[in-house]
């Protein structure tokens, strides 16, 4: 399998969504409070948090796993910044994850010949690596999908029945 032109595209627009998406989960949160609804405020930030939590743990276990299958176990320092930059609103694990995947992406997309000699049995595809950090960060969305977003879409579902108003930010 191929990483391709499009799957870089794609890999752009999933970068586009989740920073938009972290934009509108933090003004969402602001207007609950904002409005003194400070309920549905602690209610946004708990799921935002939880789903961060989460995502950030698997992220953490999986780097510390590719860092042993490449054999460089004693690279700490990876570790400790993927620890250091779990905060509290914005999901910088995925954020550096896509930023390594659209990095190497855009090299195997663009730039990579696949009509170099493989001299070596054990020489690692870099397709194969791309596709595998894209795999990767799908599931990490995936997770934050069923531990942040459905819980929000709850959320908002019970304010606008409560409450029978809808605002432009609850959309």
Same mark, same amino acid.
């Given at each position: 399998?191929?990483?391709?032109?499009? @799957?870089?595209?794609?890999?752009?627009?999933? %970068?586009? %969504?989740?920073?938009?998406? $972290?934009?509108?989960?933090?003004? !969402? +949160? !602001?207007? +609950?409070? /904002?409005?003194?609804?400070? *309920?549905?405020? #602690?209610?946004?930030?708990?799921?935002?948090?939880?789903?961060?939590? !989460? #995502?950030?743990?698997?992220?953490?276990?999986?780097?510390?796993? &590719?860092?042993?299958?490449?054999?460089?176990?004693?690279? /700490?320092?990876? $570790?400790?910044? /993927?620890?250091?930059?779990?905060? !509290? +609103?914005? @999901?910088?694990?995925?954020?550096?994850?896509?930023?390594?995947?659209?990095?190497?992406?855009?090299? *195997?997309? +663009?730039?990579?010949?696949?009509?170099?000699? @493989?001299?070596?049995?054990?020489?690692?595809?870099? /397709?194969?690596?791309?596709?595998?950090?894209?795999? &990767?960060?799908?599931?990490?969305?995936?997770?934050?999908?069923? =531990?942040?977003?459905?819980?929000?879409?709850? $959320?908002?579902?019970? #304010?606008? =029945?409560?409450?029978?108003?809808?605002?432009?930010?609850?959309?």
């Amino acid at each position: 399998m191929k990483y391709t032109k499009h @799957n870089f595209m794609m890999s752009v627009l999933g %970068i586009i %969504i989740l920073i938009s998406d $972290l934009i509108v989960d933090i003004w !969402v +949160f !602001v207007r +609950f409070f /904002h409005e003194g609804q400070y *309920v549905f405020g #602690v209610l946004t930030l708990s799921f935002m948090l939880l789903g961060t939590l !989460v #995502v950030h743990c698997f992220s953490y276990s999986w780097l510390k796993a &590719d860092l042993k299958k490449a054999g460089q176990e004693s690279q /700490h320092y990876f $570790l400790l910044l /993927h620890c250091l930059q779990g905060e !509290v +609103f914005i @999901n910088k694990c995925l954020l550096y994850r896509y930023w390594f995947a659209l990095k190497k992406g855009y090299y *195997v997309a +663009f730039k990579y010949s696949s009509k170099t000699n @493989n001299f070596m049995e054990e020489q690692i595809d870099p /397709h194969k690596e791309v596709i595998d950090r894209v795999t &990767d960060l799908s599931m990490l969305r995936l997770f934050e999908t069923y =531990l942040e977003v459905c819980p929000q879409l709850v $959320l908002q579902l019970y #304010v606008l =029945l409560e409450y029978g108003q809808v605002n432009f930010y609850q959309c």
